[in-house]
């Protein structure tokens, strides 16, 4: 995976910051795609960042910085929808949408048309699909509620209702950050959730588990970025 970070701005606009440098990769923002160029989620892949926007999924290149794919019009009849999150599970893209769960090979060498993606039903429910992980291998998506795919079915994990705006893995487990209060939870991998109370001063926006330094990088309002050492927690 190449080592870069990558900050995202409201506009579109992308720096990514490399080897102590900086560099400046604003096709998003430059785009005629949208009126709305927000960056939902970012994915990262190897040395590919999947991009979710409010048209589609971009694929950004980390070591050429280039843009090697754009996903959009996934939606029924080639409709624009907004990807909220993506996930590469078993060779298969998942977007989650704001109309549902979305699905395709990417093996398939025509992921611009929207007929090689296919609507998942996740329990029968027709509303938006907020964020993916994976737990045990299993495919994880969460809506109002937290299901994961069992087989060819889906069922729903109690202990957890809301909207999860980040689903970070930490070795097995999955940690949530929930929408509104920023509480965080922990997905352990018996399925049980247990709340983590973690001492940051405000609700946090963002989190992700680096497992090399053993420790959380939470995004929160009130302090900007924090590193915070899980043996001081």
């Known amino acids: 995976q190449?080592?870069?970070?990558?900050?995202?701005?409201?506009?579109?606009?992308i720096d990514v910051v490399k080897q102590n440098k900086i560099y400046n990769v604003n096709d998003i923002k430059r785009s005629t795609l949208s009126s709305q160029k927000k960056i939902n989620h970012l994915r990262f892949e190897k040395n590919l960042l999947y991009l979710s926007t409010n048209f589609g999924i971009v694929v950004l290149n980390l070591t050429t910085l280039e843009i090697t794919d754009t996903y959009s019009n996934l939606g029924p009849n080639g409709e624009m929808i907004e990807v909220l999150a993506s996930l590469i599970l078993k060779d298969t893209l998942y977007a989650a949408t704001v109309k549902g769960l979305f699905a395709a090979p990417l093996n398939n060498s025509n992921l611009l048309d929207?007929?090689?993606?296919?609507?998942?039903?996740?329990?029968?429910?027709?509303?938006?699909?907020?964020?993916?992980?994976?737990?045990?291998?299993?495919?994880?998506?969460?809506?109002?509620?937290?299901?994961?795919?069992?087989?060819?079915?889906?069922?729903?994990?109690?202990?957890l209702k809301g909207v999860a705006k980040e689903i970070s893995s930490m070795g097995g487990d999955l940690v949530f950050v929930m929408g509104g209060t920023g509480a965080i939870y922990l997905l352990q991998q018996n399925e049980?959730?247990?709340?983590?109370?973690?001492?940051?001063?405000?609700?946090?926006?963002?989190?992700?588990?680096?497992?090399?330094?053993?420790?959380?990088?939470?995004?929160?309002?009130?302090n900007g970025l924090i590193k915070l050492n899980l043996s001081d927690s």
């Open 114 to 159: 929207y007929n090689s993606w296919t609507r998942q039903t996740v329990l029968n429910n027709t509303d938006a699909v907020n964020n993916l992980g994976i737990l045990s291998g299993k495919l994880v998506a969460n809506s109002d509620s937290v299901f994961y795919i069992k087989g060819e079915t889906w069922k729903e994990l109690p202990g």
């Open 2 to 13: 190449e080592d870069a970070l990558v900050i995202i701005y409201f506009n579109g606009n």
């Open 192 to 222: 049980m959730f247990r709340r983590m109370f973690i001492p940051i001063y405000g609700s946090a926006q963002s989190l992700n588990y680096d497992k090399e330094e053993n420790c959380f990088w939470i995004g929160n309002i009130g």
